[in-house]
Structures are given as C-alpha cells and as structure tokens.
C-alpha cells in the first residue's frame, strides 16, 4: 500500500486545515494510521492515531483542536486541525502497517508505510 498526504498550506494562527492521507494499492479500513509530523532538526513526533476500531489518540498538545476520522468509502483518513498555532508548523506524514496499533497517546507502533508527507506552515 502507498500513502499520500496532502492538503497541507499556509494558514494563520487560530485557523484551521484539514490533511488527508489517501492509499493507493490497498485499503485503509480496518487499520489503525498514525499521523506524525517533523520540523528540521528535530526527531519525528506522534501527533494522532486512529485505531482498527477506530478509536482515537492524541498527543496532549494538540487535545481539543485536531481530530482524526476516517472515510472508508474514499479509502481516506482526515486530520482536522483547528485553532492552529505557530508551534504546529512541521512537515505532516501519515504511516500504517499490517500489525500497526495505537498504545497510547503518542506511543503507536508497527507504522511501515510511510505516506510522502505534507507542509503546514502556520504564520502571519
């Protein structure tokens, strides 16, 4: 399977995008996606996870203004992000993986396949 995020741009602080994570050569149902992201010189950071059952995880920075679903029907998952703040500018990657699980928060593991990822840059 191969994973395209797109939908990333150049937004104000406090307002919102929405990033999808589109696959190609499988199915996205029923397996758990991580979003992360990543700014120059730092090390990746988990960001959301949707699980097989979809349930949803959040790392705690980003609690109460992104959203994680998933759209069975387009073969996609989205990451609403709303009230964006400076800090929240990275490049975006979604991941999945056939033993992929969601174990925390940001603990998510078993991620494969990485999607080529997104730009969000927040400014004014």
């Known amino acids: 399977v191969q994973l395209q995020a797109s939908g990333g741009g150049l937004v104000q602080p406090g307002g919102s995008l929405r990033l999808s994570c589109a696959a190609t050569?499988?199915?996205?149902?029923?397996?758990?996606i991580g979003w992360f992201r990543q700014v120059p010189g730092s090390g990746r950071e988990a960001v959301s996870c949707?699980?097989?059952?979809?349930?949803?995880y959040y790392t705690n920075s980003v609690k109460g203004r992104f959203t994680v679903s998933r759209e069975n029907d387009k073969n996609t998952v989205y990451l609403q992000m709303n009230s964006l703040k400076r800090e929240d500018s990275a490049v975006y990657s979604c991941?999945?993986?056939?033993?992929?699980?969601?174990?925390?928060?940001?603990?998510?593991?078993?991620?494969?396949?990485w999607g080529k990822g997104t730009q969000v840059t927040v400014s004014s």
């Open positions: 050569g499988g199915t996205l149902t029923a397996y758990t």
């Open positions: 949707i699980g097989s059952n979809d349930s949803t």
């Open positions: 991941a999945t993986g056939y033993y992929a699980y969601c174990a925390g928060h940001n603990e998510y593991y078993g991620m494969e396949h």
